[in-house]
Protein backbone atom coordinates (compact mmCIF):
# COMPACT_ATOMS: atom_id res chain seq x y z
CA UNK A 1 0.00 0.00 0.00
CA UNK A 2 1.45 3.80 -0.67
CA UNK A 3 1.92 5.88 2.06
CA UNK A 4 2.70 9.49 1.97
CA UNK A 5 3.82 11.07 5.22
CA UNK A 6 4.21 14.59 5.10
CA UNK A 7 6.56 16.99 7.49
CA UNK A 8 7.95 20.71 7.98
CA UNK A 9 4.92 22.65 7.93
CA UNK A 10 4.99 25.56 10.70
CA UNK A 11 4.57 29.27 11.17
CA UNK A 12 7.36 31.73 9.35
CA UNK A 13 6.70 35.16 8.38
CA UNK A 14 6.43 37.18 5.36
CA UNK A 15 9.40 36.28 3.11
CA UNK A 16 10.70 33.62 5.23
CA UNK A 17 11.42 30.31 4.00
CA UNK A 18 10.38 26.49 4.30
CA UNK A 19 11.07 22.88 3.52
CA UNK A 20 8.02 20.52 3.32
CA UNK A 21 9.02 17.03 3.09
CA UNK A 22 7.19 14.05 1.68
CA UNK A 23 8.53 10.28 2.48
CA UNK A 24 6.98 7.74 0.02
CA UNK A 25 6.77 4.12 0.41
CA UNK A 26 4.72 1.21 -1.51
CA UNK A 27 5.01 1.61 -4.74
CA UNK A 28 5.17 -1.09 -6.81
CA UNK A 29 6.50 0.61 -10.40
CA UNK A 30 8.73 3.62 -11.18
CA UNK A 31 5.82 5.25 -13.37
CA UNK A 32 4.37 7.74 -10.90
CA UNK A 33 4.24 11.23 -10.22
CA UNK A 34 4.75 13.04 -6.87
CA UNK A 35 2.91 16.23 -6.18
CA UNK A 36 1.74 19.16 -3.70
CA UNK A 37 -1.67 20.41 -3.33
CA UNK A 38 -2.83 23.23 -0.56
CA UNK A 39 -6.32 24.60 0.63
CA UNK A 40 -6.24 27.40 2.41
CA UNK A 41 -9.56 27.79 4.58
CA UNK A 42 -12.36 28.49 2.57
CA UNK A 43 -11.28 27.74 -1.13
CA UNK A 44 -11.05 24.73 -2.98
CA UNK A 45 -7.84 22.85 -3.00
CA UNK A 46 -5.34 23.62 -5.78
CA UNK A 47 -2.07 22.05 -7.32
CA UNK A 48 1.35 23.67 -6.71
CA UNK A 49 3.58 21.68 -7.95
CA UNK A 50 4.41 18.07 -9.18
CA UNK A 51 7.34 16.00 -10.39
CA UNK A 52 7.34 12.95 -12.32
CA UNK A 53 9.50 10.06 -10.99
CA UNK A 54 9.69 8.97 -14.65
CA UNK A 55 11.76 11.30 -16.41
CA UNK A 56 12.00 14.24 -13.71
CA UNK A 57 9.26 16.74 -15.86
CA UNK A 58 8.20 19.26 -13.06
CA UNK A 59 5.62 22.05 -12.87
CA UNK A 60 4.43 25.02 -10.90
CA UNK A 61 1.17 27.10 -11.01
CA UNK A 62 1.99 30.53 -11.94
CA UNK A 63 1.22 32.19 -8.59
CA UNK A 64 4.61 29.89 -6.86
CA UNK A 65 7.34 30.12 -10.10
CA UNK A 66 10.72 31.35 -9.18
CA UNK A 67 9.56 30.88 -5.47
CA UNK A 68 8.52 27.25 -4.95
CA UNK A 69 10.95 24.21 -6.50
CA UNK A 70 10.30 20.53 -6.10
CA UNK A 71 13.07 17.92 -5.99
CA UNK A 72 13.11 14.45 -4.79
CA UNK A 73 16.00 12.35 -3.40
CA UNK A 74 15.96 8.80 -4.71
CA UNK A 75 17.76 7.51 -1.65
CA UNK A 76 15.25 7.97 0.85
CA UNK A 77 12.13 8.49 -1.75
CA UNK A 78 11.59 12.04 -0.22
CA UNK A 79 9.96 14.84 -1.99
CA UNK A 80 10.68 18.46 -1.26
CA UNK A 81 9.44 21.46 -1.71
CA UNK A 82 11.20 24.12 -0.89
CA UNK A 83 9.24 27.62 -0.30
CA UNK A 84 11.23 31.09 -0.19
CA UNK A 85 9.96 34.38 -0.23
CA UNK A 86 6.53 33.14 1.12
CA UNK A 87 3.50 34.96 0.42
CA UNK A 88 0.07 35.72 3.51
CA UNK A 89 -1.78 34.03 0.45
CA UNK A 90 0.51 30.86 0.86
CA UNK A 91 -1.07 30.12 4.01
CA UNK A 92 -2.78 26.30 3.78
CA UNK A 93 -3.02 23.11 4.89
CA UNK A 94 -0.01 21.31 2.63
CA UNK A 95 -1.01 17.99 0.98
CA UNK A 96 1.41 15.67 -1.03
CA UNK A 97 -0.10 13.36 -3.54
CA UNK A 98 0.41 10.83 -5.84
CA UNK A 99 -0.93 9.29 -8.65
CA UNK A 100 0.18 5.87 -10.64
CA UNK A 101 1.20 5.75 -14.36
CA UNK A 102 0.33 9.14 -15.11
CA UNK A 103 1.06 12.85 -13.84
CA UNK A 104 -0.90 14.78 -11.33
CA UNK A 105 -3.09 17.82 -13.05
CA UNK A 106 -2.61 21.23 -10.65
CA UNK A 107 -5.96 22.50 -12.20
CA UNK A 108 -7.92 19.45 -10.46
CA UNK A 109 -7.35 17.52 -6.74
CA UNK A 110 -7.70 14.21 -8.39
CA UNK A 111 -5.01 11.83 -6.92
CA UNK A 112 -4.83 8.18 -6.51
CA UNK A 113 -2.97 8.71 -3.28
CA UNK A 114 -2.77 11.43 -0.48
CA UNK A 115 -1.00 12.36 2.61
CA UNK A 116 -2.56 13.78 5.77
CA UNK A 117 -1.61 17.19 5.16
CA UNK A 118 0.66 19.94 6.72
CA UNK A 119 -0.61 23.10 8.10
CA UNK A 120 2.28 26.23 6.47
CA UNK A 121 1.42 29.36 8.18
CA UNK A 122 2.56 32.80 6.66
CA UNK A 123 2.22 35.73 9.48
CA UNK A 124 3.23 39.62 8.66
Known amino acids: EVQLVESGGGLVQEGGSLRLSCVASGFTTDDYCIGWYRQAPGRRREGVSY????????DYIDSVKGRFTISSDTATNTIYLQMNSLELEDTAVYYC?????????????????WGQGTQVTVSS
Open 51 to 58: RSNLDGHT
Open 97 to 113: AAVVRGLLSLYSDYADY
